[in-house]
C-alpha cells in the first residue's frame, strides 16, 4: 500500500544527515531561509504551534480576541488557548476551504489578533483582507505550515505580519521537528527570540536520539510493504471497535486544556543537529517539490473532471499539501476502504469537532464530512495518480 505522505528525503538521506551531526547551526538554517524568502527576520522554532503562542505574548495577547479558522488542525487552537486568548472562530467560504471574508472582515471589531491558517496550502489574498478590515488586527499570524511556502506569498507580508512554516510530521518540508518564524519588525524578532529562549531547553543527545528514533521509524513505516502490513492491521483492529455516535464522541476542542504534558516538547524542544541538515536539504529540493505537486495536481484534474459525485478542488497556482476532493459524505466512508483495499492510503482533513454547533458554523462542517485528501509527494508518480483516479471512477461511476 502507498502512504498519503512520504517525506523529501529516503533512509539514506537520513544517516547522511545524522553523520554530518551539529555541522549545521541554528543561524545557518535561519540565514538560509531568510534569504531564500527574502525576509530580513528568520527565526528557527520547535514547532509552529510556538511561534503562534510566542508571537501572540509578544504582542501581549493575554486576553485579547484572535480570530482563528473553525476548520483547521487542533494545534492552532491548542496554541491561542495557551496565551490565555480568547478564541473567535470563523467559518469557511462556501467556495474555498479558507475563512469566508465577509465574517472575517465583520469581526474584526476593537482590539484583535488574526491567525490565518492556509489550508491544504490555498494562500489568503493579504491585500484584499486589508481593504474589507474594518481595524487594522494587532498582528496577523499567516501559518503557511501546510503548504510550500513562495516568496510571492512573503512579499505580501507587512510590518505586524508574521508568517509560519511548518517541519513537523507529514508537512510539506518535514524535517523531523521543528518551525521558523518570518517577520519584518525587529523588536518583535527580538521578543520572539527572548521568549524561545526562556522556553527552550538545551539541545541534548538524549532528545536528538529520540527524534532520530522517531524519523527512522517512521521512514522504515511508510515503505509500501510495511505500510500495508500496518493497515491491514488496523482495518483488522478497527472490525473490533464499538463507533461512538458523533454527538457523543470526545473530540478535541477549543477548550482542551492547554497545558497538558505531552504538549510541552513543542515549546521546549529545540531542533537537533539532524533536524537542521534536513531543513537545509529541503530547501536545495523546493522547487522540484513545488514542480512536481503542481504537476500532478494537473493529472488529478485532468483525470477526474467530469465525474458526478465529485467536487473537484479550488484550482490554485500554488503548490497543495494534497489533492483535496469533496465527495458525498454518506459515501465517503466506503470510498477510503476501496481506495484503501486498492493500494492507496488517503486523509480526511479536518474534522469537525462535535462540541462546536453545526449551525453556527455549517459549511465547514458540512465540507469536514465530505472530504479525501489524495497524495501529491515528491516521491508519488503520475502513473499512480492514473490509478487512484481509475479506483475512483469505479467506485463513483
Not at 65 to 85: G, K
Not at 321 to 346: C, K, N, Q, W
Request: glycine share 6%; aromatic share 10%.
Amino acid at each position: 500500500m502507498l502512504p498519503c505522505y512520504k517525506s523529501n528525503f529516503g533512509l539514506p538521506d537520513l544517516l547522511k544527515a545524522t553523520i554530518s551531526g551539529y555541522s549545521t547551526g541554528v543561524e545557518d538554517v535561519e540565514d538560509a531561509y531568510a534569504e531564500a524568502f527574502g525576509m530580513p527576520y528568520a527565526i528557527l522554532l520547535p514547532s509552529a504551534r510556538a511561534g503562534i503562542c510566542w508571537t501572540l505574548r509578544a504582542c501581549s495577547g493575554k486576553g485579547q480576541q484572535v480570530i482563528c479558522p473553525v476548520f483547521t488542525c487542533w494545534e492552532v487552537w491548542q496554541a491561542v488557548r495557551r496565551v490565555h486568548s480568547d478564541i473567535c472562530l470563523v467559518d469557511l467560504d462556501k467556495d474555498s476551504f479558507l475563512m469566508d471574508y465577509n465574517i472575517l472582515a465583520s469581526f474584526q471589531e476593537g482590539p484583535h489578533a488574526m491567525v490565518l491558517s492556509q489550508i491544504y496550502g490555498y494562500p489568503y489574498d493579504l491585500d484584499a483582507l486589508d481593504m474589507r478590515s474594518k481595524h487594522d488586527p494587532g498582528v496577523r499570524i499567516v501559518d503557511m505550515a501546510m503548504g510550500l511556502p513562495d516568496q510571492n506569498l512573503f512579499k505580501q507580508l507587512g510590518p505586524r505580519d508574521v508568517a509560519l512554516i511548518s517541519f513537523g510530521a507529514r508537512k510539506c518540508l518535514y524535517s523531523g521537528w521543528g518551525g521558523m518564524a518570518f517577520m519584518r519588525d525587529r523588536a518583535l524578532a527580538d521578543e520572539v527570540r527572548r521568549l524561545r529562549g526562556s522556553e527552550q531547553v538545551p539541545e541534548s543527545f538524549v532528545t536528538a536520539g529520540l527524534k532520530f528514533n522517531r524519523m527512522f521509524m517512521t521512514e522504515l513505516a511508510r515503505l509500501e510493504i510495511v505500510h500495508s502490513a500496518i493497515q491491514s492491521s488496523r482495518r483488522w483492529w478497527n472490525k473490533f471497535q464499538v463507533k461512538i455516535p458523533r454527538n457523543i464522541a470526545h473530540p478535541v476542542c477549543v477548550e482542551q486544556h492547554q497545558d497538558h504534558p505531552s504538549f510541552e516538547a513543542y515549546y521546549r524542544v529545540p531542533p537537533s543537529g539532524v533536524n537542521r541538515n534536513l531543513m537545509l536539504y529541503n530547501l536545495l529540493t523546493i522547487e522540484d517539490q513545488r514542480k512536481h505537486r503542481k504537476s500532478l495536481a494537473e493529472h488529478y484534474t485532468k483525470n477526474l473532471s467530469g465525474i458526478a459525485g465529485i467536487i473537484l478542488p479550488p484550482i490554485s497556482c500554488d503548490a497543495m499539501s494534497h489533492y483535496t476532493i469533496r465527495v458525498p459524505a454518506t459515501r465517503r466512508a466506503e470510498i477510503v476502504d476501496m481506495l484503501s483495499r486498492s493500494g492507496f492510503a488517503v486523509e480526511t482533513l479536518f474534522a469537525f469537532s462535535a462540541r462546536l454547533p453545526i449551525a453556527e458554523y455549517p459549511v465547514s462542517a458540512k465540507v469536514a464530512d465530505q472530504v479525501i485528501n489524495l497524495p501529491l509527494y515528491l516521491k508519488f508518480t503520475p502513473s499512480e495518480v492514473e490509478r487512484i483516479c481509475s479506483v475512483l471512477r469505479k467506485v463513483i461511476g
